[in-house]
């Protein structure tokens, strides 16, 4: 899932903790497919309809100071579905706080099963 779009309270600073901003966040999800694909079975597989609620709700939810803490939160939210092997989040913040001109900042991080 690419370009979740969720409005969160996420930052350092009081004003972004008060005003809140856009945070966009891209997931992909290591699954093995075949035993799905095989039996055209959406309960061997990710629904990803759920997965992408699931992860807006972490995303809203208990405002944190750093998106590294976010993705962290994602991925764990991925890592919960049973058939998920491997997750790379990334969490976007395009209206971070900078006084430079800039397109995104953004953060990625890869996690697997222990």
Known sequence: MTGI???AHHGVF???RAEGQEFVID???AVDLAAAASGDDLGRT???GELTEAIA???ERDPVDLIETVAERVAGIALGYPAVEEVEV???KP???IEVPFTDVSVTIVRGRA
């Open 14 to 16: 009081d004003f972004e």
């Open 57 to 59: 709700a972490a995303v």
């Open 46 to 48: 990710v629904h990803y």
């Open 27 to 29: 997931v992909s999800v």
């Open 5 to 7: 779009r969720v409005r």
């Open 90 to 92: 990334t969490v976007h």
């Open 95 to 97: 209206q971070a706080p």
